[in-house]
């Protein structure tokens, strides 16, 4: 963006920050609008729940659009429009997906408020959330994809490699030490001790029947 650029948007910006917010009447399920508007050509529309939580919003910087949308995430495009006040003629653009640049702009653009109200702390957290994660997804990318250049001192020694005379062959790798054979498991030991146990098994149920057909006809 050009120096005159930035300048108009941080005028815009700052008349924003200094917009009295406009609310709108409640819509269907208790839902208003909060309306900040800027001459210079800045401008964010929130959307609010019954219980003031915010559920949408969509911010324009000289022409340049945000939308953010709870659960859904970022969105970005660009605006027509007649001067800098939205007209009822305003067509928006979306992107087929959201353009860095737009929200790395929309960021930095909103990044030094430090006022109180809510609507903009809210999409300034957004986006720089969002800005965030581009400068993270940014840097790995670039370390997968960029090459990984030798060493001075790792090709030197793979140039040293390459021309010293080849090493002699290594011993044979000694023979592997067998362990001492260990006697099978004895299957009719097993057999008898699983017969043992399911014998004592039987005799303790068979006792502990006989004992509550007792107590009951003692009682």
Avoid at 85 to 110: C, M, T, Y
Avoid at 117 to 127: E, F, G, N, T
Avoid at 171 to 185: G, Q
Wanted: hydrophobic share 45%; with cysteine.
């Amino acid at each position: 963006m050009s120096e005159s650029s930035s300048e108009r948007m941080k005028a815009a910006v700052l008349a924003l920050y200094q917009a009295r917010p406009v609310e709108g009447p409640p819509g269907d399920g208790g839902q208003r609008s909060v309306w900040h508007l800027s001459p210079q050509g800045a401008e964010l529309l929130s959307f609010v729940d019954s219980e003031g939580k915010v559920q949408r919003q969509e911010l324009t910087l000289l022409g340049e659009h945000c939308v953010w949308m709870s659960g859904v995430g970022l969105r970005t495009g660009r605006v027509e429009q007649d001067g800098a006040a939205r007209a009822a003629a305003s067509v928006v653009h979306p992107d087929a997906e959201p353009v860095p640049a737009r929200l790395l702009r929309a960021a930095l653009a909103l990044e030094d408020y430090q006022g109180e109200d809510r609507y903009i702390q809210h999409i300034q957290r957004v986006l720089a959330l969002a800005r965030q994660g581009l400068v993270l997804a940014g840097g790995a990318q670039a370390a997968s994809s960029a090459p990984v250049a030798p060493a001075p001192a790792a090709q030197a020694a793979s140039s040293a490699q390459a021309h010293a005379p080849a090493p002699p062959a290594a011993p044979a790798p000694p023979a592997p030490i067998r362990l001492p054979n260990v006697p099978p498991v004895d299957p009719v030991m097993l057999r008898r001790q699983k017969t043992e146990g399911l014998t004592m098994l039987i005799v303790l149920g068979l006792g502990f029947v006989l004992g509550v057909v007792l107590l009951l006809w003692l009682v």
